[in-house]
C-alpha cells in the first residue's frame, strides 16, 4: 500500500545511525521502513549511535532523510521471556515435527522461546523469520542452526527484526550470519516456497473444530493484528516437504477455557480453515490438511484438554 500509494503518509519518524561503510542503518527494524521513507513528505531521523550497524535492507542513503535530530541513544531490551511447563510441551511436540536441515520460522514470545529450546539436538537448521530474539544467538553458537541446507541464503539467517538484548544486536553487528531483509522479502510467499522444507511455527488464542484460527481477540479484548501470521502459514504449505504449524496449549493459563474451541462464534478468523495444516498442544498433533469438516473436528478433539473434549464433541455435533 504503501509503495502503491494508496496509503498515504506524511511524516516517518525513525532511529538511524551512520554506518561505518557509509550511509545510514536503521540497526533493528527494517520490516516496512525503506517503504515508509520513501512514501514519506517528510523524513526525521534521530540519530542513536546505540544501534548496531546492521546492513542490508536496513541501510538508507543519507538524502533520505530531512531533518537529523540527536536521540537520546538508547534502546529498549526485550529479553527472551521464560515459558511454562505447558509451553514447553507443546514445544517439544512441535520439534518433534521438524527433520534436520530444515528451515523454521521462529518468532518472539514464550512459545516461540520454547520451541527453539526443543530444537536444541537438531542440526543444521535454517532460520527466515519476519523477527528474531535472543535465542537465535544460542542456537548458532550450538551449532544447531548453520543454515547450510536452506535451499537459498546459504549460511545465513533472515529477518526483519531483532527484538533482543544487547548480545543480539552485538551478534548481528558483528556476523555475516544475519541478513536484515524488509517484509517484501521475509513475507513473501514466493520467496518462502523456494525453501527447503520450511516450517513455519505461529500461535493463536484459540482454533475451531473446523480448523479456523483466532489470534486476535481474548476475552473480548483486542491483542493484536492479523501480522505475518497468514503469510508465513501459506508460505510454509507452499515449500516442497515443509509444513505450517499453529501451536497452541489446550487451555488458558487459568485452566477454565479450552482453546480447542467448537466455534469461534463472532470471533475474527486470523487464518482461515482452506489455508490450515497441523495445530500443536500439549496432547498431540491434529494434521488437517486434506481432511473432512467431521474429520477435522475428530483430530482437534483428540488434541484438547481431556476435561473440555466430550463438551465440544457435544457442543461440534450439536451445531
Not at 82 to 109: H, K, M, N
Not at 152 to 181: C, I, P, Y
Not at 202 to 226: C, F, H, K, M, P
Amino acid at each position: 500500500m504503501l509503495r502503491a500509494k494508496a496509503l498515504s503518509l506524511d511524516i516517518a519518524l525513525i532511529q538511524a545511525r551512520r554506518h561505518p561503510g557509509g550511509g545510514l542503518t536503521l540497526g533493528v527494524v527494517c520490516d516496512f521502513t525503506q517503504a515508509m521513507v520513501e512514501a514519506a513528505r517528510l523524513v526525521i531521523a534521530l540519530d542513536n549511535e546505540m544501534l548496531p550497524a546492521t546492513g542490508g535492507d536496513a541501510l538508507l542513503d543519507e538524502d533520505d532523510v530531512d531533518v537529523w535530530v540527536d536521540g537520546d541513544h538508547r534502546i529498549i531490551d526485550m529479553p527472551d521471556p521464560e515459558p511454562s511447563p505447558v509451553e514447553r510441551l507443546v514445544a517439544r511436540q512441535v520439534a518433534a515435527l521438524i527433520p534436520d536441515g530444515a528451515t523454521v520460522q521462529l518468532g518472539i514470545g514464550t512459545l516461540p522461546v520454547a520451541v527453539a529450546t526443543a530444537l536444541s539436538d537438531h542440526r543444521n537448521l535454517g532460520v527466515h523469520s519476519g523477527v528474531v530474539s535472543d535465542v537465535l544467538v544460542d542456537l548458532i553458537e550450538r551449532g544447531v542452526v548453520t543454515n547450510a541446507c536452506k535451499g537459498r541464503d546459504h549460511g545465513v539467517t533472515v529477518t526483519g527484526g531483532l527484538f533482543g538484548t544487547q548480545r543480539l544486536r552485538d551478534f548481528a553487528q558483528g556476523s555475516e550470519a544475519v541478513a536484515m531483509r524488509n517484509a517484501e522479502y521475509t513475507h513473501s510467499i514466493a520467496t518462502m516456497a523456494t525453501l527447503r522444507r520450511f516450517h513455519s511455527i505461529n500461535s493463536a488464542i484459540e482454533v475451531d473444530v473446523t480448523g479456523q484460527v483466532n489470534s486476535e481477540i481474548a476475552g473480548g479484548r483486542y491483542l493484536g493484528a492479523v501480522g505475518g501470521q497468514l503469510d508465513f502459514v501459506r508460505g510454509g504449505v507452499a515449500s516442497n516437504a515443509g509444513a505450517s504449524i499453529i501451536a497452541l496449549p489446550s487451555v488458558t493459563p487459568d485452566g477454565k477455557q479450552s482453546r480447542i474451541v467448537a466455534s469461534l462464534g463472532s470471533r475474527p478468523v486470523t487464518t482461515p480453515r482452506s489455508d490450515i495444516d497441523v495445530v500443536v498442544t500439549e496432547h498431540g498433533a491434529a494434521h488437517l490438511a486434506g481432511c473432512s469438516l467431521a474429520e477435522r473436528g475428530r483430530r482437534l478433539v483428540a488434541i484438547a484438554h481431556p476435561s473440555f473434549r466430550e463438551e465440544i464433541d457435544r457442543q461440534m455435533r450439536a451445531g
